[in-house]
Nanobody, 122 residues
């Protein structure tokens, strides 16, 4: 079994910052791509940022220059530093990781965290 546990969400004023964390645990052989998605009320889930196992990053245009994704492979953890937050960033943020487990080293599966609420007040 693999679990992704997110933390760091909350209520912040516009212009403020938050740092999200997502730790993967369980029978992990290798973690490939890790990413953050978000879903605002009434909208589809969208990719915010992703990072490869080698550290290559990709960002949605709406967060470029404000958000930074990083990972600590020794802790199986991905982070999302969010600066200059605005009301449009209000959403539930989900961690996603593509993981190979020890039980099936030839298979890569996607796992999701439970989500963490980020609310930006204007």
């Amino acid at each position: 079994q693999v679990q992704l546990v997110e933390s760091g969400g909350g209520l912040v004023q516009a212009g403020g910052s938050l740092r999200l964390s997502c730790a993967a645990s369980g029978s992990i052989f290798r973690i490939n791509n890790m990413a953050w998605y978000r879903q605002a009320p009434g909208k589809q889930r969208e990719l915010v940022a992703s990072i490869s196992s080698a550290g290559s990053t990709n960002y949605a245009d709406s967060v470029k220059g404000r958000f930074t994704i990083s990972r600590d492979n020794t802790k199986n953890t991905v982070y999302l530093q969010m600066n200059s937050l605005n009301a449009e960033d209000t959403a539930v943020y989900y961690c996603n990781a593509r993981i190979t487990t020890a039980q099936a080293i030839n298979v890569i599966m996607g796992y999701w965290g439970q989500g963490t609420q980020v609310t930006v007040s204007s």
